[in-house]
């Protein structure tokens, strides 16, 4: 067997709406495209496809069309800023969990064919814990937690947390504080999460830390472009270059566990 490209799977998600995951996972994709890591960012948002919108970036073709079997996933692929690639949500994209065996064989072949050139896939998922939000996580190797200080944003993470534990042995998690007034304030909310884990499920969360509240999140918003590349100066996109060098120190998976394949492997077997 050809020795496989190992690539760094992260699925980025909060339990709820409203914590800025998409921004996290486009601005954090941005920071590693500029350490020089090839990046994949997948919007896995199918009823929103919030990327789109975010970045002002319209697609002819999705997801759908290449387990049709009507174009490859390089034909889907549309170049964002900062020279990441994105795969556009389509609505059709709920029935990864329900693949007839073709299809299944397609979408392994759809990625294997774009992994040679790519480093990290990103993944952003939807709100919410729908079954298909929970096979995305389950796929991942890394699962980073985005949390803000928003009355719901801890249980609805403790509760995400507590499913892909109990039901489906996740063990590790990451979680990241947003929107946040002070470093300290996200210690404090990482502090909130651990202390109902710690007592209820046998995990382990390790903070990466925090990002900034800073007006010019919703400028850049405003604007359709992500922070990271309209105001590279600004609390914020700093705070993404400090996260996305952790995020390149994480200890990349080993062995077929880290190929492409076997990330789709998992996820139509979810």
């Known amino acids: 067997m050809s020795h496989k490209h190992p690539?760094?799977?992260?699925a980025v998600t909060g339990g709820k709406g409203g914590v800025?995951?998409?921004?996290?996972?486009?601005?954090?994709?941005?920071?590693?495209?500029?350490?020089?890591?090839?990046v994949v960012l997948m919007d896995a948002d199918l009823g929103l496809a919030n990327i789109d919108v975010l970045l002002g970036i319209t697609s002819a073709r999705n997801i759908g069309d290449v387990l049709a079997g009507d174009c490859s996933l390089r034909d889907v692929l549309v170049d964002g800023p900062g020279g990441i690639r994105i795969v556009p949500?389509?609505?059709?994209t709920q029935h990864l969990t329900h693949l007839g065996p073709l299809e299944h064989?397609?979408?392994?072949?759809?990625?294997s064919e774009i992994s040679q050139d790519l480093d990290v896939l990103i993944i952003d998922t939807a709100a919410g814990i729908s079954e298909q939000v929970v096979s995305f996580i389950r796929a991942a190797q890394?699962?980073?937690?985005v949390v803000c200080d928003e009355p719901t944003s801890i249980t609805d993470a403790y509760a995400l947390i507590k499913l892909l534990n109990k039901q489906f042995d996740l063990l590790r998690f990451r979680v990241l504080a947003n929107q946040v007034r002070s470093e300290q304030e996200g210690r404090h909310l990482y502090g909130k999460l651990t202390k109902v884990t710690?007592?209820?499920?046998?995990?382990?969360?390790?903070?990466v830390g925090s990002i900034p509240f800073d007006e010019q999140v919703r400028k850049a918003v405003q604007r359709q472009r992500a922070?990271?590349?309209a105001y590279p100066r600004s609390r914020a996109a700093i705070a993404f270059r400090q996260l996305a060098q952790k995020v390149d120190s994480w200890p990349l998976p080993s062995g077929p566990r880290g190929n492409l394949e076997f990330f789709v492997e998992r996820l139509v077997q979810a």
């Open 20 to 38: 800025g995951k998409s921004n996290v996972s486009i601005n954090l994709s941005l920071a590693l495209a500029e350490l020089g890591r090839r």
């Open 7 to 10: 690539v760094q799977v992260i």
């Open 89 to 92: 949500a389509s609505s059709g």
């Open 105 to 111: 064989a397609g979408l392994i072949n759809a990625f």
């Open 227 to 229: 922070v990271f590349e």
């Open 142 to 145: 890394e699962v980073l937690v």
């Open 198 to 207: 710690d007592r209820f499920l046998e995990v382990a969360l390790q903070y």
